[in-house]
């Protein structure tokens, strides 16, 4: 669903919760996964980037990046306080069958690093990898230099295993807002998905 500045004629109302963790302390690390690895990416980061935006948000109206050019995705990835990393499959090579799910972080001002994206493919869900995802991004985030809060947002229309991870994991809600959005003819893909 595409993002609208307020209420108007369509639009629904999506509630976004931003969640935090203030001390690496407060981190619930799921088990590891077997034959599961985490990499970070550090070659045509834009392709990978773009990629997983598709491939992972299709089914959760992830529609706002779709326009983005090339030179708009190098924009976004190809700075130093930018990190993305990829889930695999039982090898550290990465492909595009093997790319099970990925994270992105991204280095703000005063310490605090964001969870911009992170999910898993359609399909790869339900198995603790999502657990082990976040777990991950959240130790990389943290061992990142002077980090003092790591914050995510989410929303309805994501998964509803995703706040429930965040919380699982030590994230608490600091902030509820709402957002409008309309519907969008590329959000044909929302029916795929089995949790
Ligand atoms: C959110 C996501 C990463 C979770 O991954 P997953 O592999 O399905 O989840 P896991 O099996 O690892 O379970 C992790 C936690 O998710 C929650 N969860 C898993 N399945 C769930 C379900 N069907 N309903 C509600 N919560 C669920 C549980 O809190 C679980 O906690 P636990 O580790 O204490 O048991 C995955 O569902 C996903 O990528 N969704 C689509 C993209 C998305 O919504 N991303 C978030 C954008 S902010």
């Given at each position: 669903?595409?993002?609208v500045d307020?209420?108007?004629?369509?639009a629904r109302?999506?509630?976004?919760?931003?969640?935090q963790?203030?001390d690496?302390?407060?981190?619930n690390?799921?088990?590891?996964?077997p034959d599961?690895?985490?990499?970070?990416?550090e070659?045509?980061k834009?392709d990978w980037?773009r990629w997983?935006?598709?491939s992972?948000?299709?089914p959760?109206h992830?529609?706002?990046?779709l326009?983005?050019t090339?030179d708009?995705?190098?924009?976004?990835t190809?700075?130093?306080e930018?990190?993305?990393?990829?889930?695999?499959d039982?090898?550290r090579?990465?492909?595009?069958?093997?790319?099970?799910?990925?994270?992105e972080?991204e280095q703000q001002a005063?310490g605090?690093v964001?969870?911009?994206?992170?999910g898993l493919?359609?399909g790869c869900?339900g198995h603790?990898?999502g657990g082990?995802l976040?777990?991950?991004?959240?130790?990389?985030?943290?061992a990142?230099?002077?980090?003092r809060r790591?914050?995510?947002?989410?929303?309805d229309l994501?998964?509803p295993a995703a706040s429930?991870n965040?919380?699982?994991?030590?994230?608490?809600e600091?902030?509820?807002?709402?957002?409008?959005?309309v519907p969008?003819p590329?959000?044909?893909?929302?029916?795929t998905?089995?949790?």
């Open positions: 669903m595409r993002a307020g209420p108007c004629e369509g109302a999506v509630v976004v919760e931003h969640l963790m203030l690496p302390e407060h981190l690390p799921s088990p590891g996964v599961a690895s985490f990499v970070r990416i070659q045509d834009a980037s997983f935006y598709e992972v948000g299709a959760w992830w529609v706002d990046r326009a983005w090339h708009h995705w190098r924009e976004w190809d700075r130093p930018h990190h993305l990393f990829a889930l695999t039982r090898t090579e990465l492909n595009d069958a093997q790319a099970l799910g990925y994270a972080l005063d605090d964001e969870i911009t994206y992170l493919r359609p869900f603790g990898r082990w976040l777990t991950r991004a959240l130790e990389v985030a943290w990142l230099p002077d980090t790591v914050w995510v947002h989410t929303c994501d998964s429930a965040y919380r699982s994991r030590g994230m608490r600091f902030a509820r807002t709402v957002e409008w959005r969008d590329r959000d044909d893909a929302t029916d998905v089995t949790l």
